[in-house]
């Protein structure tokens, strides 16, 4: 028979441990008094919305409200930031690093067509991709947490990073990582809009969440001539047909179907006349892929594979592939920590299984170098018309903005 128990033998980190429902509760209080701010804050940026690398106000803004609060931000080249809220380490047995929160500030160069109260009044620029609800939901997350270490209820050191420029390629997530935004840090998390999900609805999902995307142009060429005598030239607009139809064929033979990859062809251009071979054309469009593995081998197999196909047709060909971002593949830990503050805040129902995107996203170079993950954040109103990313017309429900900051609270704590 087994000793009586000892009531000395108790972990005592889980005497010290504050209460979850507690401190869940008092998350709850924090971010409901926050939540008049951060719905203005919003709505302020997407009334003055920004494109990438020229989030001068946006920046300015954030930093003035974390400097209230008593932190101190560090400002990026040009645009962005970076603030530090909390202890260095957990302690000096075991210590780890700091978790990171992201938010990106950028708008796109399209015209804000929602007809809602605080639409774009700068004419061309709207946030049609929801970075004002981003940031919004960090800066919500940030004061909250601010909050809770002045109560001493902050264990472990967080880091905010609002990042410029994501919607270019290769995308601002390189020049925040340049400047030392995750030094000291070893887990980052972030959060995007989703139009395809209710409101109350947060999506999660292990591995592949978008993918690579790289934009790929080709250029052939020859001496040009008449559409009577083919045989005398190359044919350049008959060339550039082959490689619109048999590349992506050849590429979905070369590297493992498992791999979601795409070429899509965006453009062709070539010729004006329909009696005159031309001596230049060219077709443009992007490959994206899910697994970081076969993107790596994927310019090398699209080079070989044009270069292959136009060899019969006597023309010069060249062949441009800039690589944009990897895919955004989430850490199965980091993503069930996600899905425990998100089932705190929504219920366990709310959490559901997200589909893969072939879209690209810049916080996948963040998890090139530590471990993290992104979830989708529901911003559809139930029952009302569905809108979509990257359109000048979207709109989101802003109830989304506190159940954001509260699962990024949740999960900073718990991380």
Not at 36 to 54: G, I, K, N, T, Y
Not at 94 to 118: K, Q, T, Y
């Amino acid at each position: 028979m087994s000793a009586p128990h000892d009531p000395s033998d108790i972990d005592q980190d889980a005497r010290d441990r504050p209460d979850a429902e507690r401190l869940g509760r008092r998350v709850d209080e924090l971010v409901a008094a926050l939540e008049p701010e951060l719905l203005e804050l919003r709505r302020d940026l997407h009334a003055h919305p920004e494109v990438a690398r020229q989030e001068v106000r946006t920046t300015r803004l954030i930093a003035q409200r974390l400097r209230q609060a008593g932190l101190t931000p560090r400002l990026l080249e040009r645009t962005g930031l970076v603030c530090d809220i909390g202890p260095d380490a957990a302690g000096s047995s075991g210590e780890r690093g700091r978790v990171a929160l992201r938010a990106d500030l950028d708008a796109l160069p399209l015209a804000d067509s929602s007809g809602i109260a605080c639409a774009s009044v700068v004419p061309g620029v709207a946030h049609a991709c929801g970075h004002d609800v981003h940031a919004a939901v960090v800066l919500g997350a940030g004061l909250a947490l601010a909050a809770l270490d002045a109560e001493g209820a902050l264990s472990r050191g967080v880091r905010l990073v609002f990042q410029p420029a994501e919607e270019t390629m290769p995308g601002g997530a390189q020049d925040v990582l340049a400047q030392g935004a995750l030094d000291g840090v070893d887990s980052i998390a972030a959060l995007h809009c989703e139009p395809k999900l209710d409101v109350g609805q947060v999506g999660t999902r292990i591995g592949p969440i978008t993918s690579a995307s790289d934009a790929v142009s080709v250029t052939v060429s020859s001496a040009g001539g008449h559409t009577s005598r083919p045989h005398l030239t190359g044919d350049v607009v008959y060339a550039l047909g082959q490689v619109i139809t048999q590349v992506p064929a050849v590429l979905g033979r070369r590297l493992d179907p498992r791999s979601g990859v795409n070429l899509t062809w965006g453009a062709v251009h070539a010729g004006n006349a329909h009696n005159a071979i031309p001596a230049t054309g060219s077709v443009s469009g992007t490959l994206r892929c899910l697994d970081v593995r076969a993107w790596e081998r994927a310019g090398q197999v699209l080079h070989d594979a044009v270069e292959q196909v136009v060899a019969p047709y006597d023309v010069d060909v060249t062949v441009r592939h800039a690589r944009g971002v990897p895919p955004v593949d989430n850490d199965a830990t980091v993503t069930a920590a996600l899905e425990a503050a998100a089932a705190a805040v929504v219920g366990p129902d709310g959490v559901v299984l997200t589909e893969q995107s072939l879209g690209g996203e810049d916080f996948a170079w963040y998890l090139t170098k530590v471990p993290g993950a992104m979830v989708r954040l529901g911003t559809a109103t139930p029952g009302a018309r569905r809108y979509d990313l990257h359109q000048g017309d979207l709109v989101v429900d802003e109830q989304a903005i506190g159940i954001g900051a509260r699962l990024l609270t949740r999960f900073a704590l718990d991380a």
